[in-house]
């Protein structure tokens, strides 16, 4: 999406006050998959499978916060690996693009919460 990008740059470049706030009646959603042992020790490196499939899910978005390429594929580096998105007309939407996303990736002692947007969508 060029906006994301555009609104991306704008942020690493310090410029986001150049950019214009645009709002959205969509709810989102959010699931971090994370390492094995985290918030405790974990191993890094671990490969990360089904990024591409998550990111083809419908209404779902996947942001990297710990990994890094080896040799042209993704790996795990940190203890909150990847941020799933989801976004819907509400939470329940959201929440259910979202882990349908989180459900194709897969790397070795990932774990992630079941349970984020049932509370505020009431269930």
Known sequence: DTDLVELLMS?????????AVKWKREA???????SGGYPGDYVCGKLIEGLDKAQQ???CTVFHAGTRLEHGQAVTDGGRVLAVTGVGADLLEAAARAYSGL????????HARTDIG??????
């Open 11 to 19: 942020a690493v470049n310090c410029a986001l006050d150049t950019q």
């Open 28 to 34: 989102a959603v959010c699931v971090v998959a994370a």
């Open 57 to 59: 899910s419908e209404g």
């Open 103 to 110: 459900g194709h990736i897969k790397f070795e002692g990932m």
């Open 118 to 123: 049932r509370r505020a969508a009431g269930h």
